[in-house]
T-cell receptor, first 115, second 112 residues
Framework: SAVISQKPSRDICQRGTSLTIQCQVD?????MFWYRQQPGQSLTLIAT?????????ESGFVIDKFPISRPNLTFSTLTVSNMSPEDSSIYLC????????????FGPGTRLTVT | GNSVTQMEGPVTLSEEAFLTINCTYT??????LFWYVQYPGEGLQLLLK?????DKGSNKGFEATYRKETTSFHLEKGSVQVSDSAVYFC???????????FGQGTRLTINP
């Protein structure tokens, strides 16, 4: 399985600011995913990021709030824009999703607190 | 749409007890099924998987069998350890959309 790292591992930010989270993979992958895990909750998919195309956002998530870049096959960023306390969550990137089993492998997550 | 339902938590057991965490699913087609584990302060790790009916996934003493007739994928371990304390997520692959659908998670605490 791929080794995935995320930066930063945690951050405390003020409302109204933006934070960019980086996700680095040790091998080339086609599909990368960004998830949000609110405190005590399950994972919610924010968007799917394929290299060379625009990210595909899930219902309830918009590009203006969560812009995503995918410049190559080993790297992606997620920006949380104009943050409010409701954005306090763990943000996780994952890779995989390809056939035949569509399993995914996750990074360690970025713990974000917005004050 | 596809969905996954896990037993309500939290679950607290004594060391060496038998563990069952129930998971049922609703899906069209033939999804793959997964159990992920999240240790405190960490990301998710794939614990085990099963890709077709009657497959048994196993890892680190945990097992789960893909039961199509009951649409279930219950996680079991014969003798739990304190180090098994974590949150466990059941998930299925939404084949058409190439993404995972997660259950709500079950927090497991093992007391010595």
């Amino acid at each position: 399985s791929a080794v995935i790292s995320q930066k930063p591992s945690r951050d405390i930010c003020q409302r109204g600011t933006s934070l960019t989270i980086q996700c680095q993979v040790d091998s080339q992958v086609t599909m990368m995913f960004w998830y949000r895990q609110q405190p005590g909750q399950s994972l919610t998919l924010i968007a799917t990021a394929n290299q060379g195309s625009e990210a595909t956002y899930e219902s309830g998530f918009v590009i203006d709030k969560f812009p995503i870049s995918r410049p190559n096959l080993t790297f992606s960023t997620l920006t949380v824009s104009n943050m409010s306390p409701e954005d306090s969550s763990i943000y996780l990137c994952s890779v995989g999703g390809g056939g035949p089993t569509y399993e995914q492998y996750f990074g360690p997550g970025t713990r974000l607190t917005v004050t | 749409g596809n969905s996954v339902t896990q037993m309500e938590g939290p679950v607290t057991l004594s060391e060496e007890a038998f563990l069952t965490i129930n998971c049922t699913y609703t899906a069209t087609g033939y999804p793959s099924l997964f159990w992920y584990v999240q240790y405190p302060g960490e990301g998710l790790q794939l614990l085990l998987k099963a890709t077709k009916a009657d497959d048994k996934g196993s890892n680190k003493g945990f097992e789960a069998t893909y039961r199509k007739e009951t649409t279930s994928f219950h996680l079991e371990k014969g003798s739990v350890q304190v180090s098994d304390s974590a949150v466990y997520f059941c998930a299925l692959s939404d084949v058409g959309a190439q993404k995972l659908v997660f259950g709500q998670g079950t927090r497991l605490t093992i007391n010595p």
